[in-house]
């Protein structure tokens, strides 16, 4: 493996190490940190981060957006508990690299963005890269993809107010909703909220975090 890779990796353990007592636990799923081993982050970031693809940390993605610090996906990968069977659903695409873990640990992967070119962006690496189990579509992620739903999983990586209603009601039971939840450029929350079979949540807080918003709005 690629020693920038392998560096990435042992940064992202040594932060799950330092925010144990937050998380609830010493390690992540190996499974998780062996596919991020494996999906070459350079390949998602424009030319002129390159040299810092590998730092665990977020990094400008143009349109005012970020690819997310790579302990941040591999955390909310690990919360999501993602099974080959499972279909997911992600809430801003963005670069595509948390799209393309997911998908090299579930059975399929459906995958919204409201900036199109970002989505295009997406789309054209997962051809490249035969990641053929993902759909993308340009949308706005408050209201979900109600076509494929339910869910065993639902993932959002921007950061919304509130947790959007249309979210909860795609979820199967059972199934994780993992989503930041606060106020834009303020304090936010990485939430875990789990349905019950009696149609209740129980909702577990677990880091503080800074995510760019979940805006409302037209596709653009
Ligand atoms: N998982 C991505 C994170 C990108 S940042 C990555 O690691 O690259 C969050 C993304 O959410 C941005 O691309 C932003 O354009 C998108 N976004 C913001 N509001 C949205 C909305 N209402 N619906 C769908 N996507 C949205």
């Known amino acids: 493996m690629h020693k920038h890779i392998q560096r990435m990796l042992s940064d992202i353990r040594k932060e799950v190490e330092y925010t144990r007592s937050m998380i609830g636990k010493d390690a992540l799923d190996p499974q998780i940190l062996e596919v991020m081993g494996r999906i070459p982050r350079d390949q998602f970031v424009p030319e002129a981060q390159r040299n810092h693809a590998y730092d665990n940390g977020p990094l400008p993605i143009g349109h005012g957006q970020t690819i997310s610090q790579p302990y941040i996906v591999a955390l909310m990968t690990d919360m999501l508990a993602p099974q080959p069977h499972h279909r997911v659903l992600e809430i801003g695409t963005g670069s ?3 799209t393309a873990i997911l998908a090299s640990l579930c059975e399929r992967v459906y995958s919204v963005e ?4 970002l989505s295009e962006q997406a789309t054209e690496r997962f051809r490249q890269m035969s990641l053929d189990n ?6 706005d992620g408050y209201q979900g993809w109600p076509e494929h739903a ?6 959002v990586t921007a950061a919304a107010p509130y947790v959007p209603e249309a979210l909860l009601d795609q979820l199967k039971t ?3 909703l993992i989503i930041p939840v606060g106020e834009p450029y303020s304090h936010q929350d990485l939430i875990l909220l789990e349905k019950e079979p009696d ?5 577990k807080h677990l880091l503080a975090v800074a995510f760019v918003p979940l805006r409302h709005g037209e596709t653009s």
């Open 96 to 98: 595509g690299y948390q």
């Open 114 to 117: 409201l900036t199109r070119a």
């Open 134 to 139: 993902i759909e993308t579509r340009v949308s």
């Open 150 to 155: 339910p869910y065993d999983g639902i993932m």
């Open 174 to 176: 059972g199934g994780r």
């Open 199 to 203: 149609g209740s949540t129980r909702q």
